[in-house]
């Protein structure tokens, strides 16, 4: 029979080994840290593999697992001499999602459960406080009606703001013990109107609702979003920990905290965290109660007041960072923590690898190997390439004048500006229109995600370092400004008050993640500078990196940036984005509006030096490296004109009436344009158009050599091959063009003719193709449109349902998709090389950035991927990160 519940904690350990795909990571964690002697309350974990089953079985538990429980209850009243449900002195357990991958704060937690009427008296009486008891069964009460019973949470928080107005209190903590069981009276009031029923009071159906609802929220929306943001599969589940409760509220030797063993922001080798005295731990992870510093020398830099935990409990401080260091040498990485201290005695609730920015990522890594803690190439791999990009933008301007309305505090670092907006839809709905928006809220829930991925950053009134939205988002990349006090938010007249100033909906605001500062209006950045830890990685993720990495790139701008970045060659240089240019579009129009050959190269004649100069440019940044020129690609109607104006300025640069031209322009039209007249059928139609652009690149390249004495080494991509025929007719414009050029200038250079493989059918054809060609480059975007049959312009509006019903792992048009589209390019790099050995194989597509789909290339033994220009940096670390796997 399958095992479904491991014990941890006591004397017990059932096997489970820290298997973070069994035991989920906080399950496994916690069985590692009881292992290693550490203090840990005693539990439980109901692992993921159940979670599946539950979908499976139809959201119903087989009866094995209640007696697995029972057991594990049992286990839980040994280790503390207390019983569940018991009326004298209950046991209280917490019942916590754990995931394989942390998911801050998109799935359900449940404390102090196994309270009830009559318990509640026994908890006060055997604790000797009856205000701690009384409060701890309102927050049972209020957190169980929001996650199990699905009650409005605004409901209870409202009954409570009013209690305290009553008693003119500001602080939940200047509640007393008879305040709290009126306040309970009241929760419990709203839960029978609410709900219809009584408030649950047998304790064992309290705990399997606690259940069920942790593994319901493994699909509650906000947990399909992250998984989807993060690439985290539906089908790997959530493990359940149910474990006995210590209290961080038992009066002013109490507290709960939580801390990271370095700075997640910066990455310095500094303990970082918060602690709230007379606290549980929601108060300080949700952002309720602004809670203080942990070390003396964060709180003074901050200019606080109130003591940090390091000067108001030196003792269980001591005892705290003794655990921190034992912690990061065993786990071998930065920690990220949850504690409780009941009446002066630590308990570890929780370790796990902390979420961190890029710059803390790549600080932590480098000075984690510097230190001989991990090797230089677990550093590499330490560092998640996508969270580079946080790294690779700019910044605020230092120089320029800010007007500065309050400052919070610095949670995420990174700048942004944009149009204020207070709830995420509307963020999501203004950022899917191209608007560059600012989340405000008062704090932020799980059910924000959508918009805190929507907005260019997030300013938040309450919550701390730790809270939601600073975790959130330092994960994300976003800046981030939480707990700027000062702020006032009205969400219903969508307005706020700071500094005495009222800002409305889409006005500009800007904020700075790394100082806290909050500006009004748009502040000018400044570009990065990459060195320092940055290029130390770098340097180590090249040695052990095979594929070559190239740009996709087609101004001098974008080479030399590219070329900053590391970039080894130009993967893809789009000649048609150079004809959209103002200066020359009438010229592009005339040629395609010509009736006749001779019309056609009258035109071509005046683009020609254009387009010489152009390849002349990026040859000069490029000199020495390979350049990929893929020939006129789109249907010849996107340069058409559209408006009347255009029409007659065509007509008058032609001598052509505008009838005429309407009339031409209505024949070119196309219906399915992206599989109609374009690449190389353009060149197959009108050769004397691949004519020019050969030319061009061949006297560009001449150009540059005797300049430079650095050849380039242009590689010339026919694009939209279908057949061998067509790319053996395109190569012999292009030989002929350099055979031409050559004689004239009586020099040379090397160069290639190849293709690029978008169609199925140049795939599965490719051992024919490569007979002519002499390099494949895989447009992943085009070949996956025509391999899953799915125009990308249009599947935005339903692709997000097909990852959230798992039809596709991930959007294929980001990800590649390895089991189709990856299929076709297996069996071309290996029928093209069984034709020619040394051919040269790449990717250009957008997927060329992206992780996933370069450990495939890594795999399939490409040569080379080509990627953005500000995506360069990913891939040279993705690829190093490929190799390393590979081994």
Known sequence: MTKYVYRFGGDANDGGNGNKNLLGGKGANLDGMASIGLPVPPGFTITTEMCTRYYADGEVFPDSLRAEVANGIAHIEGVTGKQFGNKADPLLVSVRSGARVSMPGMMDTVLNLGLNDETVIGLATASGDERFAWDSYRRFIQMYSDVVLELDHGAFEEALEIAKEDNDYHLDTQMSADDWKALVAEYKKLVEKLWGKPFPQDVHDQLWGAISAVFGSWQADRAKVYRRLNDIPGDWGTAVNVQAMVFGNMGDTSATGVAFTRDPATGENAYYGEYLINAQGEDVVAGIRTPQYLTKAA?????????????????????????????????????????????????????????????????????????????????????????????????????????????????????????????????????????????????????????????????????????????????????????????????????????????????????????????????????????????????????????????????????????????????????????????????????????????????????????RSDFTEIFEVMAGLPVTIRLLDPPLHEFLPHEEAEFEEVAKATGIGVVALKQRASELHEFNPMLGHRGCRLGVTYPEIYEMQARAIFEAALDVAAKSGAAPIPEVMIPLVATRRELELMKEVVDRMAKEVFAERGQSIDYLVGTMIELPRAALKAGEIAEVGEFFSFGTNDLTQTTIGISRDDAGRFLTQYVDKGIFARDPFVSLDVEGVGQLIEIAAERGRATRPDIKLGICGEHGGDPASIAFCEQTGLDYVSASPYRVPIARLAAAQAALAKK
């Open 299 to 611: 709180r003074e830099r901050a200019g606080a007041k109130p003591l940090s935990m390091e000067e108001a409990m030196p003792e269980t401080y001591a005892e705290l960072a003794r655990v921190f260091n034992i912690l990061e040498t065993h786990y071998r990485d930065m920690q990220d923590i949850e504690f409780t201290v009941q009446q002066g005695k630590l308990w570890m609730l929780q370790t796990r690898s902390g979420k961190r920015t890029a710059k803390a990522a790549l600080k932590i890594a480098v000075d984690m190997a510097t230190e001989g803690l991990i090797t230089e190439q677990e550093a590499v791999a330490r560092v998640d390439p996508s969270a580079l990009d946080q790294l690779l933008h700019p910044t605020l301007d230092p120089k320029a004048p800010r007007d500065v309305l309050t400052k919070g505090l610095p949670a995420s670092p990174g700048a942004a500006s944009g149009a204020i907006v207070f709830d995420a839809d509307t963020a999501e709905r203004r950022a899917e229109l191209g608007e560059a928006v600012i989340l405000v809220r008062i704090e932020t829930s799980p059910e924000d995600i959508h918009g805190m991925h929507a907005a260019k950053g997030i300013l938040t009134a309450r919550g701390g370092m730790t809270s939601h939205a600073a975790v959130v988002a330092r994960g994300m990349g976003r800046p981030c400004v939480s707990g700027a006090g000062s702020l006032a938010i009205d969400a219903k007249a969508k307005t706020m008050r700071i500094a005495g100033r009222e800002l409305k909906e889409g006005d500009i605001l800007t904020i700075d993640g790394a100082t806290g500062e909050v500006m009004a209006g748009e502040v000018p950045t400044v570009q990065p500078e990459l060195a320092g830890d940055f290029g130390t990685l770098m340097v180590w993720a090249d040695k052990v990196r095979r594929l070559k990495v190239r740009a996709n790139a087609e101004t001098p701008l974008d080479c030399r940036t590219a070329r900053d970045f590391g970039a080894e060659g130009v993967g893809l240089c789009r000649t048609e984005h150079m004809f959209f240019d103002a200066g020359r579009i009438t010229a592009v129009r005339q040629m395609i509006l010509a009736e006749n050959e001779a019309g056609r190269r009258e035109a071509l004649a005046k683009l020609l030096p254009e387009q």
